[in-house]
C-alpha cells in the first residue's frame, strides 16, 4: 500500500491498477497542489518506467473524495475515470473511505462503487460533450 515514492508535499502514494497505472496521493488540500510542476516529476518517476497518473486526494468531513489529476502523457485534466475509481479503492485500502464515495474532479462529480463480491469497481456519472469539429480528410 506505500510506494517509495514523493515529490513534495505528493509523499506515499498507494500504487494502483485499473488496467493502466495510478500513483493515488492522500493530501490535506487537494487544490493548493501544483500538479503543473509535481504531476511531470512523478510522472516520469523511475520507479514508474511505463509512467503514471497521479492523482492528488483530499478526503472531505462528508465522506467524499476530492480529486485533482494528472494524466500521464496528457497533463493535467478536468476529469479521469480511471483515476476516479483508483482514488476511491486506493482510499478503501488506507481505510480512509467505505467502498463507496462520490468523487469530486474539477469537471464534476461521479459516483465510484468498489463491490465486494466480485471485486468490480463501477463508476456512475454525467456524460456530455465537451468537443465537436470536423476533420478535413486531407489534413488526416
Given at each position: 500500500?506505500?510506494?517509495?515514492?514523493?515529490?513534495?508535499?505528493?509523499?506515499?502514494?498507494?500504487?494502483?491498477?485499473?488496467?493502466?497505472?495510478?500513483?493515488?496521493?492522500?493530501?490535506?488540500?487537494?487544490?493548493?497542489?501544483?500538479?503543473?510542476?509535481?504531476?511531470?516529476?512523478?510522472?516520469?518517476?523511475?520507479?514508474?518506467?511505463?509512467?503514471?497518473?497521479?492523482?492528488?486526494?483530499?478526503?472531505?468531513?462528508?465522506?467524499?473524495?476530492?480529486?485533482?489529476?494528472?494524466?500521464?502523457?496528457?497533463?493535467?485534466?478536468q476529469a479521469?475515470?480511471?483515476?476516479?475509481?483508483?482514488?476511491?479503492?486506493?482510499?478503501?485500502?488506507?481505510?480512509?473511505?467505505?467502498?463507496?464515495?462520490a468523487v469530486?474532479?474539477?469537471?464534476?462529480?461521479?459516483?465510484?462503487?468498489?463491490?465486494?463480491?466480485?471485486?468490480?469497481?463501477?463508476?456512475?456519472?454525467?456524460?456530455?460533450?465537451?468537443f465537436t469539429?470536423?476533420?478535413?480528410?486531407?489534413?488526416?
Amino acid at each position: 500500500l506505500h510506494l517509495p515514492v514523493g515529490e513534495g508535499v505528493l509523499q506515499d502514494p498507494v500504487g494502483v491498477s485499473m488496467g493502466n497505472p495510478h500513483a493515488v496521493f492522500f493530501v490535506p488540500d487537494a487544490e493548493s497542489v501544483d500538479l503543473e510542476l509535481l504531476g511531470p516529476k512523478l510522472e516520469t518517476h523511475p520507479f514508474f518506467p511505463q509512467r503514471t497518473n497521479v492523482e492528488a486526494v483530499h478526503v472531505l468531513p462528508d465522506g467524499a473524495l476530492r480529486m485533482r489529476v494528472w494524466e500521464r502523457g496528457v497533463g493535467i485534466t478536468q476529469a479521469c475515470g480511471t483515476g476516479a475509481c483508483a482514488a476511491l479503492v486506493a482510499a478503501a485500502l488506507r481505510g480512509l473511505s467505505g467502498r463507496t464515495a462520490a468523487v469530486i474532479l474539477d469537471g464534476g462529480r461521479l459516483d465510484i462503487s468498489w463491490r465486494e463480491e466480485d471485486g468490480h469497481v463501477l463508476m456512475t456519472g454525467p456524460a456530455s460533450v465537451a468537443f465537436t469539429g470536423v476533420l478535413d480528410e486531407q489534413d488526416a
